[in-house]
């Protein structure tokens, strides 16, 4: 909501093109990244739609059909916001502790397939034992 009240969302622009252009607003939060992969903006944009606060408009790129975020309704994505502000959950995202949970995750992971392919060699090398 924030990203489209700015002054740096310009329109019309296709939605693949805004997620984009979000993406990079927020490239300088360490784990933005790894959060906004899991958004579903489309989803994000449809509901925003659903509310009147943007128009969306399907035309041709190219070859392509892709829907365009057309215009805003400054005044409605005020209302929205102000609604998404008293109804989120009262803890903020921490995107470090994000970050740092999946480079948790990933470094589990890799430990976990050392020791596999460890408890494979032992297993290797006992059959090796016991078939002489």
Do not use: T, W
């Not at 300088?28 to 899991?38: D, F, Q, R, V």
């Not at 041709?60 to 805003?72: C, N, T």
């Not at 309704?73 to 803890?91: A, G, M, S, T």
């Amino acid at each position: 909501m924030k990203f489209l009240q700015s002054d740096k969302f310009n329109y019309p622009i296709p939605m693949a093109d805004f997620f984009d252009d979000l993406r990079q607003s927020y490239k300088s939060i360490k784990g933005a990244y790894e959060y906004l992969s899991k958004f579903d903006c489309q989803r994000a944009l449809e509901e925003i739609y659903n509310s009147g606060a943007i128009s969306l408009v399907e035309d041709s790129k190219g070859a392509q059909l892709i829907r365009f975020v057309m215009h805003k309704d400054n005044d409605k994505i005020e209302q929205l916001f102000r609604e998404n502000h008293q109804n989120r959950p009262k803890v903020e995202i921490d995107l470090e502790k994000l970050a740092s949970e999946i480079n948790d995750e990933e470094s589990l992971k890799k430990r976990q397939e050392e020791q596999r392919k460890a408890d494979e060699e032992k297993l290797r090398l006992c059959r090796l034992f016991l078939s002489k």
